[in-house]
């Protein structure tokens, strides 16, 4: 089972989100955060604020 990557949840997780820092980050370079249904907009939110967000994908297993 994937795990949720928010904070304190232990839901499994249902998506990726995609982000890259673009003062640290190649253009190449993807990070991905794992999001239960519940977590999905905030952690999307969260980088999405800040210009790290490249888009959120199903998580496939």
Known sequence: MTVCSAKGCSQEAQ???V??????HT???????TACDEHREHLSNFLDLRGFLLGVEPLTR
């Open 15 to 17: 998506h990726l989100v």
């Open 19 to 24: 982000w890259r820092n673009p003062k640290i």
């Open 27 to 33: 253009a190449d370079r993807r990070k991905t955060w």
